[in-house]
């Protein structure tokens, strides 16, 4: 496999470009912007008090560490799913100075990531508990009634077209808990469409830099 190219986003922050899927990991108008925006205070996480974190696709672990940093030692229960780990040696340059990178958490995570897509990773740090399962999500047994916040961050539907189906939007729906919200940063009519079918109430939100709209789905 080619390794992924790192490039720097407007707001400083870095992403790689996967030749895999033809396209960036984060956003290229501002990595860390999109991950704070849509996905840590989009859901609530920063502010919620003992937040359960779904998230599909940890790719670089950007979600993650913005997710640490807006945490600030709180309690976080963070629980990923990835079929196809970038090398640890990306991950470590991506986020080389950023926030959450100086979590004790993260160096643990490089430390122990594997090379190879089996089993799972569980680390614990202070108060934050992580689980990273590499598998394919579609394959996976999802918690039910489960999580405060599902981020919904695989590749664009047009590459990854596989994780943003009717079929795992339900399942998804259903591991989050009364009250849990998703966000994404597609706005795509059937994204909206099929997370409305599965029973969420959704809603269209101002998007972070180079990004007009994401969505927000609620579970009543
Ligand atoms: C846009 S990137 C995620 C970026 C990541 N959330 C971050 O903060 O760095 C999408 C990720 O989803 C993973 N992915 C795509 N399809 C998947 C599937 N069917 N099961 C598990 N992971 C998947 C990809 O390997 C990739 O790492």
Do not use: C
């Not at 704070?36 to 790719?59: I, K, M, N, Y």
């Not at 926030?99 to 740090?125: F, K, V």
């Not at 981020?151 to 943003?164: C, I, K, M, Q, T």
């Amino acid at each position: 496999m080619q390794e992924p190219q790192v490039l720097v986003t407007p707001d400083g922050s870095r992403t790689a470009y996967s030749a895999r899927y033809g396209e960036t990991y984060g956003s290229r108008h501002g990595a860390a912007a999109q991950a704070g925006h849509v996905f840590v205070r989009g859901s609530g996480t920063d502010t919620h008090p003992a937040p359960q974190v779904l998230e599909v696709g940890f790719g670089l672990g950007v979600n993650f560490r913005a997710t640490l940093a807006a945490r600030a030692g709180q309690a976080l229960d963070y629980l990923a799913y990835e079929f196809d780990p970038a090398p640890a040696s990306l991950l470590a340059e991506v986020a080389q100075g950023e926030p959450g990178s100086d979590h004790p958490i993260w160096p643990l995570l490089l430390e122990s990531w594997p090379a190879q897509p089996t089993g799972e990773l569980r680390l614990e740090a202070g108060e934050v508990r992580l689980r990273v399962i590499f598998v394919d999500i579609r394959a996976a047994e999802l918690p039910q009634n489960w999580a405060t916040a599902l981020y919904l961050d695989g590749f664009s539907p047009a590459r990854n077209p596989e994780v943003w189906t009717p079929e795992l939007l339900l399942r998804l729906a259903r591991a989050l808990r009364g009250g849990g919200v998703l966000t994404t940063y597609s706005a795509a009519g059937h994204v909206r469409r099929a997370l409305q079918a599965a029973g969420l109430q959704v809603s269209r939100q101002p998007g972070p830099p180079g990004k007009r709209e994401y969505l927000r789905a609620v579970r009543p």
